[in-house]
């Protein structure tokens, strides 16, 4: 399978870390990047917070989006149900119709780890010994 660019996406509500496969070398993985969510302001009022809660997740897919480039796959991990809800608005965003979009539910993990657990998601490791 030629030209298959596979993403994979470790968040929680806060923190999202990006990883994809390398074009150039079959098999291998690299962090293209590590993304904040901005923090939410306190305010007095709860509707208020709850519209920025929204507004700031919005801008944090948003964010995380601009990382993928063009993907054929995607898998998204993490804790809690934010994976859902950021497949969710992939989901309903043009450019990722034709993507194929996976889902599980992972701890957070240390870099080098997170780049085993995507190669064997993947299957990157028997794929680039054939």
Known sequence: MINQRKFGVWMDSEHATIVRTVDHKPGALEIIAHINREE???TPLNKYE???KKMLQLKFF???ATHLENPTHLHATGTGQVQEQFLRYL???PQFNK???EESTAS???DERLMEYFEEKFKLKAASHL
Do not use: D, F
């Open 40 to 42: 939410v302001a306190a």
């Open 50 to 52: 709850n519209k920025q």
């Open 62 to 64: 948003k964010e995380i």
């Open 91 to 93: 989901a309903e965003t």
């Open 99 to 101: 993507t194929i979009m």
């Open 108 to 110: 957070r993990m240390s």
